[in-house]
């Protein structure tokens, strides 16, 4: 069975996006995956490059009325978010006959077979996954949130139509980067899924969604080339706060995260080499493409940085002791 994957990004994240595909490709035979592209830039791009099992979108195929309302109102960042479950709708209507979507983030990178996540939904019809915060980091779940939109898994049945359309109603009805009245971006509409909606399923396994900001909950062991999480195979991390400037200069915070450096070694480094390959290809291929960069930080930005963490640290810690 072919399993429907989408996702959407812009020029400057071509690279991650690139990366996100050729993982799951790598792991997995049967996909499709739909790409949303938010600029002509990244939608010529791809074009030019022919990949197997991508089918593009523009972006003006699936704005309606609604959608371009709101979007005058947000910042590009709040317009991708109140877009995601839009396309999923989208693709579910312009393909009656898939069986289910699934959305995935772009910043995503697969180390094994998308088979579990499947398996574990089963009969139900939606299937979400917790931020898993570590015990130093569950603050954040106030402001972020319980569950990851990172990866959403939505059945082309009743339950999971009635629960997309509630979605993109509600990210079209509010969808900005700040916490107000138990609201932020997409996330936090998912807090009551599991109560508001019947056939949701909430992913155990430790390897889907394992990320920065839990990595340390957990111990991670290598055979060969998997990667265990305790017992569960690494099915894919999310690389979020992962910065690139430029072949081999790259930022991952990852040290504000509490990440031990041999687990960083561990899932980092299969990433980093993608990621080197892809520049080394494009830089040969296509020369032309000057995108997909972020901004460079100053020093001086990255130490306010670095300091405000520890700074958190040392208050949390302190706070347990008493």
Same mark, same amino acid.
């Given at each position: 069975?072919?399993? #429907? $994957?989408?996702t959407l990004f812009d020029k400057n994240y071509i690279y991650r996006g690139l990366a996100m595909y050729f993982s799951l490709k790598k792991h997995s035979s049967d996909f499709k995956l739909w790409i949303l592209c938010m600029d002509d830039a990244v939608y010529d791009q791809l074009k030019i490059m022919k990949?197997? #099992?991508?089918e593009l979108v523009k972006l003006e195929e699936m704005e309606d009325e609604e959608l371009m309302l709101v979007k005058k109102d947000r910042t590009v960042s709040e317009y991708c978010w109140t877009i995601s479950s839009s396309? !999923?709708?989208y693709i579910l209507k312009i393909n009656p006959h898939f069986s289910s979507i699934t959305y995935i983030d772009s910043d995503l990178f697969f180390y094994s077979s998308t088979k579990v996540i499947f398996d574990e939904l089963g009969s139900d019809s939606i299937l979400i996954v917790?931020? #898993? %915060? !570590?015990?130093?980091?569950?603050?954040l779940e106030r402001r972020s949130g319980i569950y990851n939109v990172c990866m959403v898994v939505i059945k082309n049945d009743e339950r999971g139509v009635a629960c997309l359309k509630w979605w993109r109603e509600r990210c079209i009805e509010w969808c900005y980067s700040r916490l107000e009245e138990g609201k932020f971006g997409d996330q936090m509409y998912l807090?009551?899924?599991?109560?508001r909606f019947k056939g949701v399923k909430v992913s155990k396994n430790k390897g889907v969604n394992l990320a920065p900001w839990n990595l340390n909950k957990y111990n991670l062991v290598q055979k060969g080339e998997q990667i265990f999480v305790d017992e569960d195979k690494l099915v894919f991390y999310h690389f979020h706060s992962f910065k690139m400037f430029g072949y081999k200069k790259f930022l991952n915070y990852q040290n504000f995260y509490l990440i031990k450096p041999q687990d960083e070694i561990k899932v980092y480094a299969p990433y980093t080499k993608m990621i080197n390959s892809l520049i080394l290809d494009f830089?040969? #291929? %296509?020369?032309? %493409?000057?995108?997909?960069f972020d901004k460079e930080v100053s020093i001086k930005n990255s130490i306010k940085y670095w300091f405000k963490r520890k700074l958190?640290?040392? $208050?949390y810690f302190k706070s347990l002791l008493h």
């Amino acid at each position: 069975m072919v399993n #429907n $994957f989408c996702t959407l990004f812009d020029k400057n994240y071509i690279y991650r996006g690139l990366a996100m595909y050729f993982s799951l490709k790598k792991h997995s035979s049967d996909f499709k995956l739909w790409i949303l592209c938010m600029d002509d830039a990244v939608y010529d791009q791809l074009k030019i490059m022919k990949l197997e #099992n991508i089918e593009l979108v523009k972006l003006e195929e699936m704005e309606d009325e609604e959608l371009m309302l709101v979007k005058k109102d947000r910042t590009v960042s709040e317009y991708c978010w109140t877009i995601s479950s839009s396309l !999923s709708l989208y693709i579910l209507k312009i393909n009656p006959h898939f069986s289910s979507i699934t959305y995935i983030d772009s910043d995503l990178f697969f180390y094994s077979s998308t088979k579990v996540i499947f398996d574990e939904l089963g009969s139900d019809s939606i299937l979400i996954v917790r931020h #898993n %915060y !570590s015990k130093e980091l569950a603050y954040l779940e106030r402001r972020s949130g319980i569950y990851n939109v990172c990866m959403v898994v939505i059945k082309n049945d009743e339950r999971g139509v009635a629960c997309l359309k509630w979605w993109r109603e509600r990210c079209i009805e509010w969808c900005y980067s700040r916490l107000e009245e138990g609201k932020f971006g997409d996330q936090m509409y998912l807090n009551d899924w599991p109560l508001r909606f019947k056939g949701v399923k909430v992913s155990k396994n430790k390897g889907v969604n394992l990320a920065p900001w839990n990595l340390n909950k957990y111990n991670l062991v290598q055979k060969g080339e998997q990667i265990f999480v305790d017992e569960d195979k690494l099915v894919f991390y999310h690389f979020h706060s992962f910065k690139m400037f430029g072949y081999k200069k790259f930022l991952n915070y990852q040290n504000f995260y509490l990440i031990k450096p041999q687990d960083e070694i561990k899932v980092y480094a299969p990433y980093t080499k993608m990621i080197n390959s892809l520049i080394l290809d494009f830089n040969l #291929n %296509y020369p032309d %493409y000057k995108n997909g960069f972020d901004k460079e930080v100053s020093i001086k930005n990255s130490i306010k940085y670095w300091f405000k963490r520890k700074l958190f640290f040392i $208050f949390y810690f302190k706070s347990l002791l008493h």
